[in-house]
């Protein structure tokens, strides 16, 4: 940890995990007044970086919760984290989530019983990922308009992966690697996802002009305990008035899984 930077009620430290050359930058809010709060860790969307879901932040360390959000490594040319765009996948991105929950636990500093994941587009996917393979590590999960569509996107494009080459632009705007197309090209999100039994809150926007709100509507119903609500507004991010009611659902969803309100005693 470095730069710390106090608020009213919360405390803001830069916070970098990960091995040399592979080191992830991200911002750890803490609440003050309490000890071992439970973590929330919210990854971005794919060609953005952790400021993307920053407006998501106070007011959940307002309601008791420590959040770290940070760069996804290889997810935009604007990232701080260590690592290439040609690097990318959406099974890189999981990997990586799973190292910071490891990594963040093992400072003993929040409550293991209570840790979140909440994601966005390609940070939903990583997260949904990251859920299936450790199902028992995990208390919610919040998928913001999750990225499964990228695996059709790619098989419409190039029909095989043999097809793929070693470098591409993916969906016209985005350079990638193979890899990126290597590592999910077989995996089959809705049959394997729904491991994860705990309830899961599944937000779409219905404005959203880059995926069908028909592919989040598949999302929910892979989970035996998914809660589906559409955002009124929302793009691909949501913003402004979107924001706040995917907040308010992120909010109750949290309070009725009941990592909210269970006791956490004064800090020493």
């Keep these: ?32 007044g309490i000890v071992h709060p439970p973590l929330i860790i919210f990854s971005h969307e794919m060609g953005r970086t952790h400021s993307s879901v920053a407006g998501y932040v106070e007011a959940l360390v307002q309601d008791g919760f420590a959040v770290y959000i940070y760069d996804i ?37 929040f409550d293991a019983d209570r840790v979140v994941l909440a994601g966005a587009s390609l940070g939903g996917f990583a997260s949904a990922v990251a859920a299936m393979r450790t199902p028992e590590r995990f208390a919610g999960l919040v998928l913001l308009y999750p990225g499964f569509v990228l695996i059709a996107d790619l098989h419409r494009d190039y029909g095989s992966l043999d097809r793929v080459p070693e470098n591409f632009v993916f969906n016209g705007w985005f350079p990638v690697g193979r890899c990126f197309a290597a590592d999910v090209w077989d995996f089959d999100p809705y049959s394997q996802i729904g491991r994860y039994e705990k309830p899961v809150l599944v937000l779409h926007g219905d404005s959203d002009p880059l995926l069908p709100i028909s592919w989040s509507e598949r999302v ?18 949501f913003r402004g008035p979107a924001q706040q009611e995917a907040l308010l659902y992120i909010r109750q969803y949290l309070e009725r899984i009941g990592v909210k309100d269970l006791p956490a005693g004064p800090e020493a």
Excluded: W
């Design 73 to 109: 490594r290889g997810a935009s040319d604007q990232s701080r984290s260590e690592g290439s765009m040609q690097e990318l996948s959406a099974m890189t991105a999981s990997a990586d989530l799973e190292m910071i929950v490891s990594e963040l636990l093992q400072s003993g500093e």
């Design 1 to 32: 940890m470095d730069r710390e930077k106090e608020e009213a009620g919360f405390r803001r430290t830069e916070y970098r995990c990960g091995p040399e050359g592979g080191r992830i930058f991200g911002l750890l809010y803490r609440p003050e």
């Design 220 to 237: 929910a119903a892979a989970y035996g305990n998914a809660e589906f609500h559409m955002v009124k507004g929302g793009q691909h991010g």
